[in-house]
Nanobody, 125 residues
């Protein structure tokens, strides 16, 4: 599956953005999907994930209550709604998918086979 991330941009602190990750090549409605982010000079960190088709959303502590991950299987797209953005959220955001990942590997970037190209989110103070 090929993944195309979009929706990043420049926003003031307290604002909102919605990222999209569109899949092509095959449906990935049954895959585990996740969003990661990477700030300059830092590692790629887990942000949010959905385990397979019906798994409950999982979030990094830093975004709980502010970000929401969802999927629209009919559109073969995964979303990340980001509210109450903070300057610390500034990063390149990547979507990822994998069809055989196990639950214990949900937050590990090394476990995902498919990646989008990344979309830059900049939050100004």
């Amino acid at each position: 599956v090929q993944l195309q991330a979009s929706g990043g941009g420049l926003v003031q602190a307290g604002g909102s953005l919605r990222l999209s990750c569109a899949g092509s090549g095959r449906t990935f409605s049954r895959d585990t999907v996740a969003w990661f982010r990477q700030a300059p000079g830092k590692e790629r960190d887990f942000v949010a994930g959905l385990f397979r088709t019906y798994g409950r959303p999982s979030y990094a502590d830093s975004v709980k209550g502010r970000f929401t991950i969802s999927r629209d299987s009919a559109k073969n797209t995964v979303f990340l709604q980001m509210n109450s953005l903070e300057p610390e959220d500034t990063a390149v955001y990547y979507c990822a998918a994998d069809s055989s990942l196990i639950l214990s590997s949900l937050t590990s970037s090394k476990a995902y086979d498919y990646w989008g190209q990344g979309t830059l989110v900049t939050v100004s103070s």
